[in-house]
């Protein structure tokens, strides 16, 4: 038996090349030996506003982008959380046994929400937590394939794992935190001390995962680097500008730190930036093309997500059903 995998991205606009590698690139390859889950969390979307019109086409072109990257429909089941209503249903019995505490201590709501803040934010934003747990749990995953700044969430689904076990008996595995491999942290090219994000708001921070070929290009140009003239890794934040882009460089290409040092031995920034921007560009072009064709084709996106959701049901259902009984909830009587 293959070891279960859950994993989720949130259907609010684009996704940079650091959401790429450091999940979706990193999920498609992990579909190969693991029985994979892959939903894109609609309902975590709704934590703050969202136009709905948007959130409907946001939820296709992710699914499209999933499919595009490489994720097989019929092996993995890709689904929409909120098209499995256990999602919703085992975040409230979560909720009720979460300690406020809990949720007050992460570090996520913390650096989103200021004291000013929270007369204004929906509930949803501190709750947040939660919902994930119960996505991960729900399907009993062995391991979760997310981006380093999801470690602290996958503690709390944890620690809230072990507490409903404690309280309540053996009932939710405890899922182990499964990162992509390291040293593909991307940062801005604009300022290279902080991480790529889609909500930045220069237009040469973050390079997105369908950014057309001159576009990249001209992005990675403009790149901020330094005045060394050296083109090695480093971890001065100095030179944090070059080693970012050997950090794409390497993270496109999967060659050794020394092999990608010794073949810009000598060469300056400009050629750096070149090649950079072409194995960006060479590497993106056939998923950017099936995107394409993808996306347009609503009612084939809109038959995987529904084939998925009854695949995901099954098993959430069967967990749900569990955690109620064990809970005290009655049952209703059968016909
Ligand atoms: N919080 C995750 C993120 O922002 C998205 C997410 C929601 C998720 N539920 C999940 C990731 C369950 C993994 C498993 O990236």
């Known amino acids: 038996m293959k070891q279960r995998v859950l994993s989720g991205i949130q259907p609010s606009g684009q996704l940079t090349i650091g959401n790429y590698l450091g999940a979706l690139r990193h999920w498609v390859r992990v579909s190969q030996d693991f029985d994979c889950h892959f939903t894109i969390v609609d309902l975590h979307a709704i934590t703050v506003p969202q136009d709905p019109a948007g959130l409907r086409e946001g939820t296709r072109e992710i699914t499209a982008l999933f499919l595009a990257a490489g994720i097989d429909p019929q092996h993995s089941v890709v689904f929409a959380q909120s098209h499995v209503v256990a999602h919703s249903e085992l975040a409230w019995l979560l909720t009720c046994m979460t300690p406020l505490g809990w949720l007050h201590r992460m570090t996520q709501f913390k650096d989103k929400v200021g004291r000013e803040q929270m007369e ?47 309280r309540y008996g053996p009932t939710f595995r405890i899922p182990t935190f499964f990162p992509a491999r390291t040293g593909a942290k991307i940062m801005g090219l604009d300022d290279p001390t902080k991480k790529m994000s ?22 990675i140009k403009r790149a901020v680097t330094d005045n060394f003239r050296e083109i090695r890794f480093s971890d001065d934040p100095e030179r944090a500008g070059v080693n970012n882009l050997l950090t794409l460089y390497q993270a496109f290409t999967d060659e050794e730190s020394e092999t990608v040092e010794a073949r ?8 750096l930036k070149r090649e950079v921007a072409e194995v960006i560009n060479e590497n993106l072009a056939p998923l950017q093309a099936r995107y394409r064709e993808m996306v347009s084709d609503r009612a084939y996106i809109d038959e995987v997500l529904r084939d998925g959701a009854q695949r995901a049901s099954a098993i959430a259902d069967a967990t749900l059903a569990d955690v109620k009984q064990k809970i005290g909830l009655l049952a209703p009587a059968a016909k």
């Open 264 to 271: 810009f031995d000598g060469k300056g920034y400009g050629e």
């Open 120 to 166: 204004s934010v929906g509930a949803g934003l501190l709750n947040y937590p939660v919902l994930m747990a119960g996505d991960i749990l729900l399907y009993q995953a062995h391991a979760v394939p997310v981006g380093e700044d999801q470690r602290q969430h996958l503690e709390f689904t944890r620690d809230l794992a072990q507490r409903f076990n404690h």
């Open 198 to 219: 889609k909500s930045e708001e220069s237009d040469h921070h973050a390079l997105l995962l369908l950014d057309p070929p001159d576009l990249v290009a001209q992005k």
